[in-house]
């Protein structure tokens, strides 16, 4: 039987070669390390590079894109996994034309953003940056100027009602706040009603939402959902929260809103071209929160990220399929079938 060859990005590790995080789950591949290599890049590239692929027969990647490219000379690779759910970074289409199945890890982060975006929620409306600063400052008698608000009463708007936004109104059910208004077009609505939320039509929930979550992919349909429009439909009262994908808002129309204080703040985890490379135009605001696209990350994620992915391989080299594969068509082709059945243990 062929060795099967698991490879990591090398963003994964440090200079020294070691992990940057305590656990990336790769104690899965401990009961067939005599039937699996697990190797790494020797190098980083923003985008993989294709002679990276050449022995390669899975690939877990953290950061860099896959394109049609980076897969020129991937004849022997069997799948790509993506460490997360997003996977607006790689060539969906060029990986199915490769006999390539990707897969991304369902389930590993609903938790942990769920947690991020209700801390988020509280930080905005206790206005918990300015008034940190304002001790800081030795600003005391400044602090009748930051009168906070409470979830309670409050509506909340969900943007895509995947395993993430389940986990959002979960936590939230405790704090006393009106049923989540829910947007989520491949969500049947009685799915919706049965988790306690109420199915809306995206200008219902801009208008009525306290706070508008974002929690949807980044595809062709939502590229700029929330656009001038929309943010114009928003309460004057309300916030913005994108732990999503950056592309998803406009950045030009939010920042327009944010200035003229048409809306009353913003939490963001993401934005376009990143990583940056220069402090945003977002920092000049004290009610806008700002992370590196990792406001989630914590070592319970990356454990759970990384178990999936692994097990998601060791189920390829078992003759199974993983979860949260997105392109299952790629199962029917024969180039496919053929690498896999040179692989299946």
Same mark, same amino acid.
């Given at each position: 039987?062929?060795?099967?060859?698991?490879?990591?990005?090398?963003? !994964?590790?440090?200079?020294?070669?070691?992990?940057?995080?305590r656990d *990336?789950?790769?104690?899965? !591949?401990?009961?067939?390390?005599? =039937?699996?290599?697990?190797? #790494?890049?020797?190098?980083?590239?923003?985008?993989?590079?294709?002679?990276?692929?050449?022995?390669?027969?899975?690939?877990?990647?953290?950061?860099?894109?896959?394109?049609?490219?980076?897969?020129?000379?991937?004849?022997?690779?069997?799948?790509?996994?993506?460490?997360g759910?997003?996977?607006?970074s790689?060539?969906?289409?060029a990986?199915?034309?490769?006999?390539?199945?990707?897969?991304?890890?369902s389930?590993?982060?609903?938790?942990?953003?769920? @947690?991020?975006?209700?801390?988020?929620?509280?930080?905005?409306?206790?206005?918990?940056?300015?008034?940190?600063?304002?001790?800081?400052?030795?600003?005391?008698?400044?602090?009748?100027g930051?009168?906070?608000?409470?979830?309670?009463?409050?509506?909340?708007?969900?943007i895509?009602?995947?395993? *993430?936004?389940?986990?959002?109104?979960?936590?939230?059910?405790?704090?006393?706040?009106?049923p989540?208004?829910?947007?989520?077009?491949?969500?049947?609505?009685? *799915?919706?009603?049965?988790?306690?939320?109420?199915?809306?039509?995206?200008?219902?929930?801009?208008?009525?939402?306290?706070?508008?979550?974002?929690?949807?992919?980044?595809?062709?349909q +939502?590229?700029?959902?929330?656009?001038q429009?929309?943010?114009?439909?928003?309460?004057?009262?309300?916030?913005? *929260?994108?732990?999503?994908?950056?592309?998803?808002?406009?950045?030009?129309?939010?920042?327009?809103?944010?200035? +003229?204080?048409?809306?009353?703040?913003?939490?963001?985890?993401?934005?376009?071209?990143?990583?940056? +490379?220069?402090?945003?135009?977002?920092?000049?605001?004290?009610?806008?929160?700002?992370?590196?696209?990792?406001?989630?990350?914590?070592?319970?994620?990356? #454990?759970?990220?990384?178990? +999936?992915?692994?097990?998601?391989?060791?189920?390829?080299?078992?003759? =199974?399929?993983?979860?949260?594969?997105?392109?299952? @068509?790629? !199962?029917?082709?024969?180039?496919?079938?053929?690498?896999?059945?040179r692989?299946?243990?």
């Amino acid at each position: 039987m062929s060795l099967f060859r698991v490879v990591l990005t090398a963003d !994964f590790y440090d200079d020294r070669g070691q992990t940057k995080y305590r656990d *990336i789950g790769l104690n899965v !591949f401990d009961s067939v390390s005599d =039937r699996c290599e697990v190797t #790494r890049f020797a190098e980083h590239h923003p985008e993989i590079a294709a002679e990276q692929l050449a022995d390669a027969h899975g690939v877990i990647v953290l950061t860099p894109k896959v394109t049609a490219a980076s897969l020129q000379n991937g004849d022997n690779l069997l799948a790509i996994g993506r460490f997360g759910v997003g996977y607006d970074s790689v060539d969906v289409a060029a990986c199915t034309a490769a006999d390539v199945v990707l897969f991304i890890t369902s389930g590993a982060v609903d938790r942990p953003v769920a @947690e991020a975006t209700v801390a988020w929620l509280l930080a905005l409306t206790h206005h918990v940056r300015v008034k940190d600063r304002l001790v800081r400052e030795a600003r005391w008698n400044d602090r009748s100027g930051y009168m906070g608000s409470e979830l309670r009463e409050r509506t909340l708007g969900l943007i895509g009602f995947g395993g *993430i936004g389940r986990a959002v109104a979960k936590l939230l059910a405790g704090f006393g706040m009106n049923p989540p208004l829910v947007f989520d077009p491949f969500t049947p609505s009685d *799915i919706i009603v049965e988790h306690g939320c109420l199915p809306a039509t995206l200008e219902t929930l801009l208008t009525e939402a306290d706070f508008v979550s974002l929690h949807c992919p980044l595809t062709d349909q +939502t590229r700029n959902l929330i656009d001038q429009r929309q943010l114009e439909l928003m309460k004057p009262t309300a916030y913005l *929260i994108n732990t999503a994908r950056g592309g998803i808002v406009n950045e030009d129309a939010l920042y327009e809103a944010l200035k +003229t204080k048409r809306i009353a703040g913003a939490a963001l985890d993401c934005f376009d071209g990143e990583p940056l +490379t220069s402090p945003p135009r977002f920092a000049e605001f004290d009610n806008v929160l700002l992370a590196p696209h990792c406001i989630a990350w914590t070592d319970e994620l990356f #454990r759970d990220i990384g178990r +999936t992915a692994c097990q998601g391989m060791m189920d390829l080299m078992h003759g =199974r399929r993983p979860r949260g594969v997105v392109n299952p @068509e790629v !199962f029917d082709r024969p180039g496919f079938q053929q690498k896999w059945a040179r692989l299946v243990q």
